[in-house]
């Protein structure tokens, strides 16, 4: 069967699997090669479509570093697992929360240019605002909201915070979203 799609589709399907894969408490490097490909496919094209205007310009001139080596740090982990011609015995180390905030804001990217957020990155923003509610503050409304969904989802233990992502991912699948 011929697979026909849009860059836009292609990194929603990507983001949506990846999403899928975090709450089931899938292989991490499985969740971050498709969830950096999503944001690269995103942050292109915001950038095409303004230059300056992704957030991987903004994170890259707010960290203060040289545009090469914050590129470096945002796209380890992805180089790695996609160039095994460099280095090729050389291990890989990430913090698998890493792969919460790169999906976040891949979504916020998506959502950004235009395009309409998937039923399951709306329900991994709602769970991601209340698992990290210091991100845009604890007193906006979208943190009170979340965490009206998820109370206290940030004190609790990595399988149940995921595991409660899941059954809500789940719920929003089954209702389309209503919420």
């Known amino acids: 069967m011929k ?3 849009t ?14 894969l975090l709450f ?6 499985a969740v971050r090669t498709l969830a950096g490909a999503a944001y690269g496919i995103l942050a292109d094209l915001a950038e095409g479509k303004n230059r300056g205007a992704s957030w ?5 001139e707010d960290s203060g570093l040289s545009k090469k080596d914050a590129l470096n740090i945002l796209n380890t982990a992805q180089n790695y697992l996609k160039h095994a ?19 976040f804001i891949a979504s916020i990217e998506c959502g950004g240019l235009g395009h309409p957020l998937s039923f399951s990155m709306q329900a991994f923003q709602i769970w991601y605002l209340s698992m990290y509610p210091e991100k845009i503050g604890h007193d906006t409304d979208p943190v009170k909201t979340s965490k009206k969904i998820f109370p206290s989802l940030y004190i609790k233990e990595r399988p149940e915070q995921l595991a409660h992502g899941h059954q809500f991912l789940e719920w929003v699948l089954k209702h389309k979203g209503l919420l």
Do not use: M, W, Y
């Open 24 to 29: 089931t408490d899938g292989d991490p490097l």
């Open 3 to 5: 697979v026909t799609c």
């Open 85 to 103: 011609d460099k280095d090729p015995e050389s291990p890989l180390s990430f913090d698998e929360e890493e792969n919460d905030h790169l999906i």
């Open 56 to 60: 991987r310009t903004q994170i890259i």
């Open 7 to 20: 860059k836009p589709d292609a990194a929603t399907r990507q983001l949506d699997v990846a999403i899928g």
